[in-house]
């Protein structure tokens, strides 16, 4: 399922979190790495190794509870490699098509396919499974988002912090005649943001959203940082009124959990910490414009 097709099941989804609010525990929880693993068995189908995957199973349509499933997923050899979300496909194709789970570019771009991989936030497309280390690998859907299904989580409180921050250039007044520029050096300060895929990893991973779910999130304010940062934006205060609350960068705990997070090297909490230096600048622009008047 691709995060367009589950904006368009809004509906739907709405319908699933009150399924899960009325889930008896909550919100599933997560037990990773507990429970008897028996040894690991050679792939019967001949195949030089057989890696194993935990995989957190729900579904948010059915009362069951939720419960992790193991899998082998057989590797041709150790000189090839092969991405968590290979091991995915591979699940789907050969023993189970109801195991769910997003992706799209399988090239670390669309950000559709993160997820927790033996506890760490990343990319399921470009996570090789012989760099994890372990034999056996656990598969978590990202935290601080219903489950819709699997690891497939409803995004659409990430997408609407997103849209309130309106996440588009606003015109300089008096626009140039041909393309408006940018210096090299003013690009290099909006870089590490734009690079921003927004997988929501870094909403996951943060603490203030498991508290609060009205806080913009991690993404949402480096995006707002972006355009603030852009030379060529020239937004007035009126669209910095949702980020300049308790639910907004004045929130932000400041425990870089986000940054640790980010498969894309963004720093969500420098954009957040830029922010606040910004408000506190245009706050006191406007005292001295006034005294002066
Ligand atoms: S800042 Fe990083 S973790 Fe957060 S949405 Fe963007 S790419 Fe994903
Ligand atoms: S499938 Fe696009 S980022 Fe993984």
């Known amino acids: 399922m691709l995060p367009s097709q589950n904006m368009n099941q809004k509906n739907e989804s709405i319908e699933n979190n009150q399924r899960l609010n009325e889930f008896p525990a909550g919100r599933p929880t997560f037990s990773r790495g507990t429970g008897e693993i028996p040894p690991l068995k050679r792939d019967v189908r001949g195949f030089q190794r057989a890696i194993r995957l935990k995989i957190f199973r729900y579904d948010s349509k059915t009362d069951k509870p939720p419960r992790y499933e193991e899998f082998e997923v057989r590797k041709?050899?150790?000189?090839?490699?092969?991405?968590?979300?290979?091991?995915?496909?591979?699940?789907?194709?050969?023993?189970?098509?109801?195991?769910?789970?997003?992706?799209s570019c399988r090239g670390a771009v669309c950000g559709s396919c993160a997820m927790l991989i033996n506890g760490k936030f990343d990319l399921a497309c470009r996570v090789q499974l012989q760099n994890i280390g372990a034999e056996t690998i656990v598969l978590?859907?990202?935290?601080?988002?219903?489950?819709?299904?699997?690891?497939?989580?409803?995004?659409?409180?990430?997408?609407?912090?997103?849209?309130?921050?309106?996440?588009?250039l606003h015109e300089i007044s008096n626009p140039p005649k041909k393309e408006r520029l940018m210096s090299p050096k003013e690009r290099e300060k909006i870089d590490q943001y734009v690079n921003c895929i927004l997988c929501a990893a870094c909403?996951?991973?943060?603490?203030?959203?498991?508290?609060?779910?009205k806080y913009l999130g991690p993404a949402a304010l480096a995006k707002l940082?972006?355009?603030?940062?852009?030379?060529?934006?020239?937004?007035?205060?009126e669209t910095l009124k949702n980020a300049?609350?308790?639910?907004?960068?004045?929130?932000?705990?400041?425990?870089?959990?986000?940054?640790?997070?980010?498969?894309?090297?963004?720093r969500p909490t420098d954009g957040i910490e830029a922010l606040r230096r910004n408000l506190i600048a245009r706050k006191f622009r406007k005292l001295f414009a006034s005294l002066i008047l």
């Open 203 to 213: 909403y996951g991973s943060c603490p203030v959203l498991g508290r609060d779910e």
């Open 225 to 237: 940082y972006r355009f603030i940062a852009d030379t060529r934006d020239s937004r007035g205060d």
């Open 140 to 168: 978590e859907p990202l935290p601080n988002l219903n489950i819709i299904k699997d690891l497939v989580v409803d995004m659409a409180p990430f997408w609407d912090s997103l849209q309130q921050i309106q996440p588009w």
């Open 244 to 266: 300049n609350t308790e639910s907004g960068v004045w929130g932000c705990d400041t425990v870089f959990r986000c940054i640790d997070a980010c498969p894309k090297n963004v």
């Open 76 to 103: 041709i050899s150790e000189q090839m490699s092969m991405t968590v979300l290979e091991a995915l496909l591979q699940i789907q194709d050969e023993r189970d098509g109801t195991l769910a789970f997003r992706y």
